[in-house]
């Protein structure tokens, strides 16, 4: 079993910055492929970025490419995405979720708002 805790998020203005944070508990987090999810209202969960256990290997979706950084630091457990010039579309509810093997975990979210 892995718990995962997200933070981070918050109300910004459009072209503000922010950094979320997921800190995964439970399994030795260096064999975890962990990744960022979100889901705006009414909308279905979709992909953002993941990036390997090693961290040398990242990807992104096509929305947030040039903006948003998928990094971890395996020694704090801790997964980031740091999201600059947010957009009012990037308002969502963000997941964190770790991989391993067949195993999927998700955190609980956290919320950023992006206002025009």
């Known amino acids: 079993q892995v718990q995962l805790v997200e933070s981070g998020g918050g109300l910004v203005q459009a072209g503000d910055s922010l950094r979320l944070s997921c800190v995964a508990s439970?399994?030795?987090?260096?064999?975890?492929?962990m990744g960022w999810y979100r889901q705006a209202p009414g909308k279905e969960r979709e992909f953002v970025a993941d990036?390997?256990?090693?961290?040398?290997?990242?990807r992104y979706a096509d929305s947030v490419k040039g903006r948003f950084t998928i990094s971890r630091d395996n020694a704090k457990n801790t997964v980031y995405l740091q999201m600059n010039n947010l957009k009012p579309e990037d308002t969502a509810v963000y997941y964190c979720?770790?991989?391993?093997?067949?195993?999927?975990?998700w955190g609980q979210g956290t919320q950023v708002t992006v206002s025009s």
């Open positions: 979720k770790a991989t391993f093997g067949t195993f999927v975990f």
């Open positions: 439970g399994r030795t987090f260096s064999t975890l492929w």
């Open positions: 990036i390997a256990w090693s961290g040398t290997s990242t």
